[in-house]
């Protein structure tokens, strides 16, 4: 089999994705495994994605072979595991502030001993295929899934030793945009004190060995965020990367229009 998307990063492999926030259904997943990416965030905090669209995104990229974390609205038990259970490779939590959210969000995404979540064993999750080894098979989805909290608070980053030492917690996201809003530097990410904010936590987890990321939401940021300590790339969101695309072709034909219309001008004697 091959390894998970966890694993992977464990290795040191660093590993690119993005936000979707409205591209879902089953072109897309596979639309960005053919350009390269290796997992991507389907976002149901600020889109209108609704279980069933869930459900066949996340299809859609096991089939494709390629990573799905889903970023759940609230902490939620069935928001969770019915997440899990249609075979995502792991849960997103934006604005953690406290430890018990941390907790609450192991308790519903693992199995016992780690966890509470309920067991089936033939949905999404194994292609429904039912495991010869049941015991072995809980342990494997364990050991596989990324259960991260996201830090974009200034009081999550003010217990953010609390938040990432909960056992189960796998990986940390920053939002530095609402950190910055809550910060009264909104639009300003770049703003020194934001930044020092994030390096907190990212310190914070890597010093846990944990996963960390953040959205990266221009090309001449990424080597300064890799330097920082980030060990897991998101590339913007799929309508920053629509625009930029487009806006190299708008670009090139305004250009190429503008010339024709001075040209035009030019030969009436304007």
Known sequence: MAESLKQRIKNGELVKGTFLLFSGGVDFPVFLKGLGFDFFVLDLEHSWFDLAKTRETISAARGAGISCIVRIPEIQYHFVARILDAGADGIMLPRTETRLEAEKLVEFGRYRPQGK??????????????????????????????????????????????????????????????????????????????????????????????????????????????????????????????????????????????????????????
């Open 117 to 270: 979540r309920g067991i089936t064993t033939f949905a999404g999750h194994n292609d429904f295929k039912r495991p010869s080894d049941v015991p072995e098979f809980l342990a494997g989805k364990n050991r596989d899934i990324i259960l991260m909290t996201q830090i974009e608070t200034v009081q999550g980053v003010k217990n953010r030793e609390k938040i990432l030492s909960v056992p189960g917690i796998d990986a940390c996201f920053i939002g530095p945009g609402d950190l910055a809003m809550g910060m009264g530097h909104a639009g300003n990410t770049n703003h020194k004190d934001v930044v020092r904010e994030v390096r907190k936590v990212i310190d914070c987890a890597r010093k846990r060995g944990l996963i960390c990321s953040l959205p990266i939401l221009s090309p001449d940021q990424i080597g300064f965020w890799i330097k920082a300590g980030l060990n897991m790339l998101t590339l913007g969101m799929d309508s920053l990367l629509f625009a930029a695309g487009a806006s190299l072709f708008m670009k090139e034909a305004q250009k190429l229009l503008g010339k024709k219309a001075k040209s035009r001008r030019i030969s009436a004697g304007e």
